[in-house]
């Protein structure tokens, strides 16, 4: 199981609340990148697959507002994500810009 990042103490508490859903796995995944445990690709490619996944199959619709619009958020920055240099538009993130967009909106979702 991966580690859910400390810096929130009740990150935990809000974990146990959706152990049993699939959208406690996208925000593993979000907390996990914002820790440095997963890189800004994996994360990436990961969360979007898992999201469209979700969106698919109509969990997306059965989390509370402020979770789907948090969990929305955070697939529109892994969406903006590009890893090349080269081929990066100026609207686009690089690693450290999207870990700081991810960390801002779950700090948001946090202290809501």
Not at 27 to 45: Q, R
Not at 75 to 98: I, P
Request: net charge negative; with cysteine; aromatic share 14%.
């Amino acid at each position: 199981m991966i580690q859910i990042i400390p810096w929130h103490a009740s990150v935990r508490k809000l974990y146990e609340k959706w152990s049993f859903t699939l959208s406690s796995s996208l925000f593993e995944i979000a907390t996990s990148f914002v820790a440095g445990k997963i890189s800004a690709t994996s994360f990436s490619d990961s969360y979007i697959d898992l999201w469209r996944i979700e969106r698919d199959n109509g969990i997306l619709q059965k989390d509370e507002s402020r979770l789907s619009e948090c969990l929305s958020s955070i697939f529109c920055a892994a969406d903006m994500y590009c890893a090349d240099d080269e081929l990066r538009e100026v609207y686009e993130f690089d690693e450290e810009q999207l870990k700081y967009e991810v960390s801002t909106i779950l700090k948001k979702y946090l202290s809501d």
